[in-house]
């Protein structure tokens, strides 16, 4: 009984939580409008710039343009044919919204999740190496690594991806990895000086064994709140170096709809952006609190 | 342990491969071509045509009455066999080849071509390909009295009618597959937006070679969307793609030393580059800067105090020619020869303002009134070479006590300075000339037009000199003979020359990229300079080299 | 402090001796274009060469590092200032005051601020001084880079509002200001340091970041960002490897600010 209403209390935290979610990332991408909506440029078009028009042309692509000149009533189109599941069309590419985000969110979430995985698998290798090991080239060598990873700026990282032709993947990876192992050897530093890992140790049990038996078990809930940390840098990260690679993502589809001030498709952009980074946040706090529950 | 991690390692291994491409189709005998467009398609329907990667997929996919042969310069006929315009530019009657077949199959006919004409004089649809076939007022005549014969006749005479239909091609009446119907070499096969456009062979191309093959001897022609010119050189040099239509300047000496039979320079190009200063009446700047800008002898003495030999040395590496004016010299017949070449003269410059009441103090440049001479130059970011111009002339003109100050800003933002707000000082840009024809410079020339950038939408033209411009302009597009537009024409480069509204800074040569593997190419001046016989290009034997994957 | 971290304090000590004397160090102003020898090698005129116009890259490089190493502990100095305020009000007063920070933290967090940062850029006008111009980059970095500080602040000002001493001062009569100032602020004061250190390096690769994708600091100007720029053709960067010098001293900065930087564990 006392477990049912738990449960109950539970899902309608969750729900209003995810109901806030919602409500803050329409928020931010409404913010996000109105900064390119004034934003100078708005409504121009590079194409004015070509002789061959005549005046009268230019004249009738001026007021093709001229749609949003009123922020409320846009933001009210666009939220009611929102809640109709209705996108808009993109301005400067023509095509809707939808299908442009049908094309391209596959490709950045598949970059996204092969960068995570190696990101963690490299991380997680290198920092119980590191540790398991208790030698100091493992763990010299780790820390170096991932120190020089830090300090390269993500669009460097990008260039040199781009130069070595290695995939989207690759780089978002390796933006993420040095953070990912920096958090990760701390914490599973932190779980080997347990008194009961120390004890453990101290009746000789295998390197092995104390890691699977009592290290990770003790590691593993942060290591849960990490993923969604690790997923919000990701996707953060994603967004320049798909830009810079001019890779076919949502990155690219971003930056164009920023540079030609395509407002729908901005807002959408924005919006999923908004969502997905706030549900990453979201889901690790949920995962931290969770098991900080439990372990209580 | 060691078991674990070599298991770990192989799967962050297999993590890290690349997809798996699928193997091409590289063992079929004509072989697909590859090169970058620089941006999305924003259309496939030839007639709304406006952008350079439109551009690229009509001219290899759609069929013209007439095609200007770009190494040559000279008009050649393609779907009409024969051509006349009328005495006064009015008329012009083609005659068509007849038993043509559009890529689905549907037939040729006389029908076709004034379907294409009515759709592209109807006055609701603004397409820069129509626009400049218009000249007056009214409507477009057809007439089409048998298959093989068409007539269409424009309200005005309309100068150099017949070079206009190279932009043309010609859409099906009545092919269900519209616009997706073409008459050209090549059909739009598949495109995957954002990454690449396919072509493939259309069998029922009309042209054939001299051996009484068909062309095109390509099987299909891929196109990869590609922005960066960075990584579309990385490419060609890595032989991925087999062609790179204009290069930039800063990779021809480096791909020369690596390929020195890839790399080709044909010398300078119809584009421009230039600056101008802000002289409109309404702009928000200061009554001494509207002063300055609009006085001819500030103008003369920026030009002159512009090395524009070092910016064509330094800059593009010295694939630039310095620039006199609108005219490129690589437009062989309306470029005129007579033109004084301006000479780099920083003390030359210095008299001329001394005439127009500036004079040094402490290498400060004051005008009459003691303000200190400083402006800001705009322009497009992203755009190195740019960028490295205006820094060049910022130092050139810090030798006359001029200080100059460096702005860039993205596209839109610039456009709204330079045509809705004016809120600028001086701003650097260049102009793309497709056309050799003066005509398609009249929205720049005519002191009422949107593209008179430096004073734009005049009601009446504000100085004399442009009010010669005005009536320059009106009168060689309505002259029938080609030597009094030459006259005109003429008249208005040394306009230009002299009053120098625009300082033209240099021409840049054209230059593209071929592999070794591509056979029959000859780069052209014109656009597209590298596959404008797309139809005759062939991979060799050895474009394996060349096409793998 | 051990070794290493001596070791990454004396070459910060170093690079900002040499930041501090490139007016007497540099062999040429930074602007100044050797029209004939662009691109070049490096000489006994040039160290490390000249760029694409002719100019000298030490001198550039010199310059450059002044532009970064002063203006990014100045962002630092700004966003921990932000995320200071905002951080201890929202943790000690708690509520819904606490609930609206943290979810505009959030939401500023999820924004792509990168291609929002261009058109904030374009509405900056047009005859600033270059000068200003990077200052203004610096200042937009400071401004928009508060929100990971806010919420480690915040937690840490959650535990101090929970704590015996606060309760003591609070049941003797003192009031919300002059608790946060007098009480709560100089508990967080070492985390305030801590976050102003870790910003340090991150605004020196935020703007690193932002002018290779031409939002940062504006040319002629050097700076750190914007002579990375060059790398976008790494081809050219293997033919003259002196070019890789900026990347090299950039990542040399940050790993000492990193190494010098208190452990994580204290931070958190």
Known sequence: MIRHAK??????????????????????????????????????????????????????????????????????????????????????????????????????????????????????????????????????????????????????????????????????????????????????????????????????????????????????????????????IAFGAAIPIEALCDSPGLGQLAWQAALSRDLPLIVNVTLIVCLVMLAANALADLAGRAFAGDTQ | MIRRVCVALTLTLVLCLPPFVGADSASQPGGELHFCLRGEPKTFNPLLVEEDASEAIRYLTGGVLIRLNRQTQALEPSLAVSWKVSPDSRTIKFQLRTGLHFSDGTAFTSEDVAYTMKALMDPQLHSPTGDSFRSGEGQVEIQSPSPDTVAVTFPAPVAGLERLFDQVAILSAHSPKKEMAVLGPFYVADYAPGSSVLLRRNTNYWKKDKDGRPLPYLDSIRLDIQRNRDIEVLR?????????????????DRLQKEMPTAAHDEGPG??????????????????????????????????????????????????????????????????NSSLPVPQYDSAGALRLLAQAGFRLQDGTLRDSSGNRVEFTVITNSGNKSREQMTAMIQQDLSQIGIKVNLVTLDFPSLIERITRTYDYEACLLGLVNTDLDPNSQMNVWLSSAENHQWNPKQSKPATTWEAELDGLMHSQASATSDKKRKTDWD?????????????????????????????????????????WNADALRLGPDAALGAQK | MNPAQKAAAVTLCVIFALMVLATILVPAPYARQFRDIPNAGPSRAHPLGTDALGRDSLSRLLYGTRVSLLLAPAAALLSTLIAAVLGSAAGFLGGSFERIVLAATDISLALPWLFLLLTVRAMLPLDIPPMASVIIAFLMMGLLGWQASVRVICAAARGVRDSDFLLLARSSGCKPIRLLVCHVAPNLRPLFYAQFWISIPLFILTE?????????????????????RGFEDFSAVAANPWMLVPLILLVIVVMCFQLVLPSPEVIQ
């Open chain 1, 7 to 232: 449960a109950g209390i539970l899902f309608r935290h969750g729900l209003r939580r995810v109901s806030f979610l919602i409500c803050l990332g329409i928020g931010g991408a409404l913010f996000s409008a109105t900064l390119i909506r004034f934003a100078p440029g708005y409504g121009v078009q590079e194409r004015e710039l070509d002789p061959r028009w005549s005046a009268k042309s230019v004249e009738a692509l001026r007021q093709e343009q001229v749609l949003h000149e009123g922020l409320a009533s846009f933001y009210f189109h666009y939220l009611s044919a929102l809640a109709h599941g209705d996108l808009g069309e993109s301005e400067s590419l023509k095509r809707p919204v939808r299908e442009l985000l049908a094309q391209r969110f596959p490709l950045t979430g598949s970059a996204i999740v092969r960068g995570l995985g190696v990101a963690w698998l490299a991380a997680t290798l290198l920092a119980s190496l590191g540790l398991a090991s208790r030698g100091w080239f493992y763990e010299a060598s780790g820390t170096a690594v991932s120190s020089l990873l830090l300090s390269l700026p993500s669009a460097v990282i990008a260039m040199l991806a781009v130069h070595l032709r290695a995939p989207t993947f690759c780089a978002i990876s390796v933006v993420v990895f040095p953070r990912l192992h920096r958090y990760m050897r701390s914490l599973l530093l932190r779980s080997y000086d347990q008194p009961h890992v120390l004890a453990a140790r101290a009746r000789g049990l295998g390197g092995v064994s104390i890691f699977w038996r009592h290290v990770l078990p003790l590691a593993t809930p942060p290591l849960f709140a990490l993923l969604g940390v690790s997923f919000a």
């Open chain 2, 236 to 252: 060609f040099r890595r032989g991925e793609i087999h062609l790179i239509n204009t290069l930039d300047a800063e990779y021809f």
């Open chain 2, 270 to 335: 119809l584009d421009s580059e230039f600056m101008w200063f802000n002289q409109v009446p309404t702009a928000p700047l200061s009554e001494p800067k509207k002063n300055w800008f609009r006085a001819t002898e500030f103008r003369r003495a920026i030009s002159m105090a512009i090395n524009r030999s070092d910016l064509s040395r330094v800059v593009f590496g010295g694939h630039a020619h310095p620039a006199f004016g609108p005219v490129s010299p690589a437009n062989h017949f309306w470029f």
């Open chain 2, 491 to 531: 008249r208005v480069q040394q306009i230009v020359a002299e009053q120098q509204p625009f300082i033209y800074l240099v021409n840049k040569d054209a230059m593209s990229a071929i592999s070794p593997a591509v056979v029959g190419s000859a780069p052209s001046v014109l656009d597209p300079h590298a596959f």
């Open chain 3, 208 to 228: 690193a970041n932002l002018s290779i994708l031409g939002l940062g600091v504006m040319e002629p100007m050097p700076s750190w960002g914007n002579l990375l």
